[in-house]
């Protein structure tokens, strides 16, 4: 627990374990993400005449419960998770990292376009999901003669899951998982609204069409012909929000017999929660690189003399570096 010390990390919850469920089973029912409970479609099962819903949509009364695991690399020590198998969230989990799938591969594009705006070629942004695409991007590093002459360096963001502020105090905190995502989320469906589709298509509002199985894909937003079912959502903007703001402020977990609700960092071990980490970080990256770009970008025609400033030249060589950096969420 040595990541948590020092920090409020939990705080008691008022609530039990039966109030929170009761209340996790209004919303994401209400969403229609579960139809009824475990309990429920046991006892349907009984009855011969009466169809059973599918299992992916079948709501557990229960929170994550406290567990930890060794770092073997790290002399055995401890990290924190929250076991969020079959639990009150779990289907509400589950469909946001389903729509974070796709956003990101926007994301991606969105960040190639702007280094493209300066003739910078980049692979994508310092997200990557395994350390396979670590090995890869070496390889094609080694092949465009991009080796780094002090040799690659790595960095550990050793308490950023336990230390990211949630955001669910706007009066305090303006820049927490909350707001970051805000935008994240606003980036790209804006984008997808102005850049996508035909003619006819473009400038009108997108959704995300998510799949209990699949990627899915982007809509055109039509509220008369897209209804959700058992196995298919369509989730705008302000939907994917307010799942959002829903599962920050639910955060949960089981400690014996008591119920401590976790008010400054994501959970390890609830399914969107590596998502959410590599994106609220990409929001800081991009908007930082943003910056950088347009400090430098020719919004007009310039003259051979300014177009070898020394600043500007030394600028462009350090983003050809810094575009060929990755981060596997903590690590950089």
Known sequence: MDETQGSTTYTQSQHTEAEITAADFGFVKGEGLVTVTVEEAENLQNQADEPVPPKHTLFHKRVPTFGVSLKMHKNNSLRFMAKSHATS???????MSSAFKLTTLVSENIWRNLFQTVGIAT???????????VRMRMR?????????????????????????????????????VKQNMNRYVDLVFEYQKQSTGGRKERGKEKVLMLKHKGLGGW???DDASQKDTNNLKYVSAERLKQWLEYLLKRLFVKVGNQVQQQVVGLPMGTSCSPFLANLVLFVFEFEYFTEQISSIREWSSTSSTEALDPTRRHTIQQLRRLAQCTRYIDDL
């Open 89 to 95: 969230l779990t289907q509400l989990s589950s469909w």
């Open 123 to 133: 692979h994508g942004s310092w997200v990557i999901n395994s350390s396979k695409q």
């Open 140 to 176: 094609q590093m080694e092949e465009a003669q991009l080796r780094p002459s002090g040799g690659q360096q790595t960095y550990d963001f050793s308490t950023m899951y336990t230390s990211m502020k949630l955001g669910n105090e706007p009066d305090i905190c303006h820049d927490g």
């Open 219 to 221: 809509r055109t937003r």
